[in-house]
Every structure is written in structure tokens, then in C-alpha cells.
């Protein structure tokens, strides 16, 4: 048998037969990277990327990532208004 990807073949030649060995790495790897090509996780991911732009953008108009404000209530707080002052500049000036 002349097959061209004969050195790529994760078949091996034993004594009797042929063998096909993986291990538990291997097998998750192959079903992870199943799931990654499925459409229900791509029309998933697709909504995520939108969101994470907005946040990216969130964080860099208003650093809403460095706070300085004690207590939950507080940056609740600011962190709504923040949310408010992007939107309604979104809604004016556009992205």
C-alpha cells in the first residue's frame, strides 16, 4: 500500500496487527475540539464576542476597573452610572 500520508497515520504496525493507541489526553482533546467546530457553540460565542466588546469598551471609557469607593453599594452605584454615561453617549455620538 503506497499512501501518501503514511508518516502522519496514527495507525501503527504490530507483529499481528494493526494498532491504534491513544490516551485519555488525546480522546478529551479530540471531543473538546469536536465541540469548538459545532454551530450551537459558535452561534453561542458569537453573542459573547459582541458583549465583551462592549465591556472592553466600558472599562476603557471609564475605568470602571480601578474604583476607589468603599463598601458594594457604592460601586454598585458608580458603576451604574458609568454603565449610564456609555449608554447615553453611545446613544448621542455613536460607538
Known amino acids: 500500500m503506497n ?4 508518516g502522519d497515520c496514527p495507525v501503527k504496525q504490530g507483529k499481528r496487527y494493526h494498532y491504534l493507541r491513544y490516551d485519555d489526553k488525546a480522546l478529551r482533546i479530540v471531543k473538546r475540539r469536536t465541540r ?3 454551530p450551537e457553540l459558535k452561534n453561542c460565542y458569537r453573542w459573547r464576542a459582541g458583549i465583551e466588546g462592549s465591556f472592553s469598551a466600558y472599562d476603557a471609557r471609564t475605568g ?3 474604583l476607589y469607593v468603599p463598601g458594594l453599594k457604592a460601586v454598585r452605584f458608580c458603576a451604574t452610572l458609568k454603565a449610564l454615561g456609555v449608554n447615553i453617549l453611545r446613544l448621542f455620538v455613536g460607538n
Open 3 to 6: 499512501c501518501p500520508l503514511i
Open 36 to 38: 469548538e467546530e459545532s
Open 64 to 66: 470602571v476597573k480601578r
